[in-house]
């Protein structure tokens, strides 16, 4: 084969790639868990919840917030990857984060957090 041809083939299927991994990307979706089905088997896995701010203890470096469903969980906030936004207790919030083990009990890592009202 001449290095025209091969050179041809693989920007096609380089392009072809990169069309279906953008395809499949928008499909992909974090689906919304209750804190009661969240054990230790989905430690390091990413989550979706929604519940209401219970308590909120905010420092210079991090945010932790215990968040209610029925049940209740804890929640940490970086702030040096994160902007700030005013959390209040009541507020319900959405997070996306990681599911993560600390002395014992589960808590999630949020990645993001978003205040629904």
Same mark, same amino acid.
């Given at each position: 084969?001449? +290095? #025209?041809?091969?050179l041809k083939i693989? /920007?096609?299927?380089?392009l072809?790639g /990169? /069309? *279906? /991994?953008?395809?499949?990307? %928008?499909? *992909? +979706?974090?689906?919304?868990?209750? $804190?009661?089905?969240i054990?230790?088997?989905?430690k390091?896995?990413?989550v979706?919840l929604?519940?209401?701010?219970n308590?909120?203890i905010?420092? !210079?470096k991090?945010?932790?917030? !215990?968040?209610?469903?029925?049940? #209740?969980?804890?929640?940490?906030?970086?702030?040096?990857?994160n +902007?700030?936004?005013? $959390?209040?207790?009541g507020?319900?919030?959405? $997070?996306?984060g990681?599911v993560?083990e600390?002395? %014992?009990?589960? !808590?999630?890592?949020?990645?993001r957090l978003?205040?629904?009202?």
């Amino acid at each position: 084969m001449k +290095e #025209q041809t091969l050179l041809k083939i693989a /920007l096609i299927t380089s392009l072809l790639g /990169l /069309l *279906i /991994l953008y395809l499949i990307s %928008g499909n *992909i +979706e974090i689906k919304e868990k209750d $804190i009661e089905k969240i054990t230790i088997e989905n430690k390091d896995e990413f989550v979706k919840l929604r519940g209401f701010v219970n308590k909120v203890i905010d420092t !210079e470096k991090v945010t932790i917030m !215990e968040i209610i469903q029925p049940q #209740q969980m804890t929640v940490v906030l970086f702030k040096d990857k994160n +902007e700030t936004m005013p $959390i209040q207790q009541g507020n319900e919030i959405e $997070i996306f984060g990681k599911v993560d083990e600390y002395e %014992g009990s589960l !808590e999630i890592i949020a990645d993001r957090l978003r205040v629904v009202r």
